[in-house]
């Protein structure tokens, strides 16, 4: 069964320091979304992202944090300079559609910024 | 604004008993409901959905989930618990007057299932 994947499952980076989170999404999948879950608190929404551009972010998702699409396969979020209040189990979704269309799940990167 | 409640942090239940782990939710439009669960160091599986049609919906491993638009409720149920069901279960909706989105789900906080031998 097909399934998203990401790497790294942890990362661990200095305060000011870029991190890229990778996640390859379901082959035939269209729709790409961000979410994180800091520790003991709810899955946020960070951001979608279609048709090579984002087509929704939430307040969370400031200008520290990018998305691309880098190759037929690939899809990355960046945090430019990290803070401490970044650190969090970031996953990634994939859909084939939109609407009620099932999100399917990555097992998550879990990002510690010292 | 779109909204998820989980009342419960916790549900115990004992191994072969019904389990029931209630969700409310709040949405402006029709919602899409959906259940996830996550294990330990797991990400999110997709249990079941609710988009339209009858209001009990049957998913994965036995889960069932009933829409309740009165009640704006769409409560998890299992008629037979296993220990191995134990986990922590998140229930989500996405609202379809969102058009504006492209699929944001809104979570709730989770309620952590304890099932007892």
């Known amino acids: 069964e097909p399934e998203v994947t990401q790497t790294p499952s942890h990362q661990v980076t200095q305060m000011g320091q870029e991190v890229i989170l990778r996640c390859v999404p379901i082959?035939?999948?269209?729709?790409f979304y961000w979410y994180r879950q800091i520790l003991g608190q709810k899955v946020e929404f960070l951001v979608s992202?279609?048709?090579?551009?984002?087509?929704?972010k939430s307040e969370i998702f400031d200008d520290q944090f990018s998305v691309e699409r880098p190759d037929g396969s690939n899809f990355t979020l960046k945090i430019r300079s990290t803070k401490l209040e970044d650190s969090a189990m970031y996953f990634c979704?994939?859909?084939?559609?939109?609407?009620?269309?099932?999100?399917?799940f990555g097992p998550g990167t879990r990002l510690l910024v010292l | 604004a779109q909204s998820v409640a989980q009342p419960e942090d916790q549900v115990n239940v004992a191994e072969g008993n019904p389990l029931t782990v209630k969700c409310t939710y709040s949405?402006?439009?029709?919602?899409?409901l959906f259940w996830y669960v996550q294990y330990p160091n797991r990400g999110l599986q997709f249990l079941l959905k609710?988009?339209?049609?009858?209001?009990l919906v049957k998913g994965s491993y036995g889960f069932e989930a009933e829409f309740n638009k009165s009640q704006t409720s769409f409560h998890l149920k299992k008629p037979s618990a296993l220990v191995s069901d134990s986990a922590l279960y998140f229930c989500?909706?996405?609202?379809?007057?969102?058009?504006?989105?492209?699929?944001?789900?809104?979570f709730g906080a989770g309620t952590r299932l304890a099932v007892h031998p």
């Open positions: 989500a909706v996405r609202d379809s007057h969102d058009s504006g989105g492209y699929n944001k789900l809104i």
């Open positions: 979704a994939s859909s084939q559609r939109k609407g009620g269309e099932t999100q399917y």
């Open positions: 992202f279609y048709n090579n551009e984002i087509s929704e």
């Open positions: 609710y988009i339209t049609g009858d209001n």
């Open positions: 949405v402006s439009g029709n919602p899409y």
């Open positions: 082959s035939n999948h269209l729709y």
